[in-house]
């Protein structure tokens, strides 16, 4: 019954900017860690940014001052603002909760950097 739904993604010229927005359902007790992973064409799946419940954040080091990570934890909602972009910053972005010693991931919102 766990789902993580996620919106947002679309197309961008470099330098613009996107909304994520990912809510996860079927949760009832606390999210330890939301965050979000993209998978670029021919690389790996990689770590963007995450935010525990107490606001730990980390960011990778690409998107470090370009990128936001928020959580709306009683909506069991998390953010992210994605400014300045590059056409490296295309790919998939798949939305991730821990709950627990569980994780649940979403299915993933496509996003294209143009030059």
């Known amino acids: 019954q766990v789902q993580l739904v996620e919106s947002g993604g679309g197309l961008a010229q470099t330098g613009g900017s996107l909304r994520l927005s990912c809510q996860a359902f079927g949760i009832s007790s606390n999210i330890y860690s939301m965050g979000w992973y993209r998978q670029a064409p021919g690389k790996q799946r990689e770590l963007v940014a995450s935010k525990t419940t107490r606001a730990d954040t980390n960011y990778a080091d690409s998107v470090k001052g370009r990128f936001t990570i928020s959580r709306d934890n009683a909506k069991n909602t998390v953010y992210l603002q994605m400014s300045s972009l590059k056409p490296e910053d295309t790919g998939v972005y798949y939305c991730?909760?821990?709950?627990?010693?569980?994780?649940?991931w979403g299915n993933g919102t496509q996003v294209t950097v143009s030059l």
């Open positions: 991730k909760a821990i709950v627990g010693i569980f994780a649940y």
